[in-house]
């Protein structure tokens, strides 16, 4: 079951927002008179005290709101945790790997509404991107962008071509993988380039393997995944419209191979390229 997290944060805002709201226009005062009317009366201090403590509810809200709205504004302006969970990038990010995104890259969007408020930057060839899947909104995916709009793309024998010009690749050897990467191991691992972003890539064989010739189209982005040929991507479901952007990948903080039941320090702490 897909959650809906940004809607949990918007709604459990609103309503603890709303408590505060109402216990100081209303029931804060309430309490307050009422309490100075015991004291008058001659009750006791505890009493006096008690009376004027909010109850649970107001507690809860005073104390939660700040927080939920301190998680509200950072996950939906500045920055949002997701977990890789397949090897479609493989090598640059695998199964296990805790990443942060940048949701101010391209612009700021409003929680739940994604509409644009800011626009800041474009997507540039070479960046690593989540998005909104276009064929089920409610999923995310991450994805290299190949092509901008306007682009000519041509993939063809295991090699990228964008506007004529060859993304230069450059054998390293063999992927050797453990835990949750062990069955791409064998896979040839090349250096590709793009434009100025160097980062490497998986070439195997396998039935998702398609040529494509394309050009995009204005607004819409094509993306691959860094494992070439274990990646449904732009080359089976079409390109990424610039309102399906979420945010630009840039950090991995944690990773936790499942398999193995072990933290790989080596990619904790390392920038996404």
């Known amino acids: 079951m897909n959650i809906d997290f940004p809607l949990v944060l918007v709604f459990l ?3 603890t927002g709303l408590i505060v709201l109402l216990d100081r226009l209303h029931f804060a005062k309430h309490r307050e008179q009422k309490a100075a009317a ?21 507690e809860s809200g005073h104390s939660l709101f700040p927080v939920i709205l301190i998680v509200l504004i950072l996950r939906s302006f500045i920055v949002e945790p997701f977990r890789i969970p397949s090897g479609s990038m493989m090598p640059t990010l695998v199964d296990g790997d805790f990443i942060l995104v940048s949701k101010f890259a391209y612009g700021l969007r409003l929680p739940v509404l994604h509409t644009k408020i800011l626009p800041l930057a474009d997507p540039e060839r070479g960046d690593v991107v989540v998005f909104r899947f276009p064929e089920d909104p409610r999923i995310d995916f991450i994805k ?11 993939y063809k024998n295991k090699l990228l071509t964008i506007n004529g010009k ?23 691992v090349r250096s590709e380039s793009i434009d100025e972003v160097k980062h490497r890539i998986l070439v195997s064989y396998s039935p998702f393997d398609k040529d494509v010739d394309f050009v995009v189209p204005a607004g819409e982005y094509f993306v691959f995944g860094d494992n070439r040929d274990n990646s449904r991507d732009s080359r089976f479901w079409g390109t990424v419209p610039e309102a399906n952007l979420v945010g630009k990948a840039f950090f991995i903080w944690m990773h936790w191979d499942s398999v193995d039941s072990h933290i790989d320090w080596h990619r904790i702490f390392t920038r996404i390229e």
């Open 13 to 15: 805002t609103a309503v």
């Open 38 to 58: 015991l004291a008058l009366e001659g009750a006791g201090p505890d009493e006096v005290q008690e009376i004027a403590k909010p109850n649970w509810l107001i």
């Open 144 to 154: 290299r962008v190949v092509g901008v709009p306007g682009d000519h793309i041509v």
């Open 166 to 188: 060859p993304a230069e690749q450059v054998l390293q050897g063999e992927y050797v993988g453990r835990g949750a990467t062990e069955r791409m191991t064998g896979a040839s």
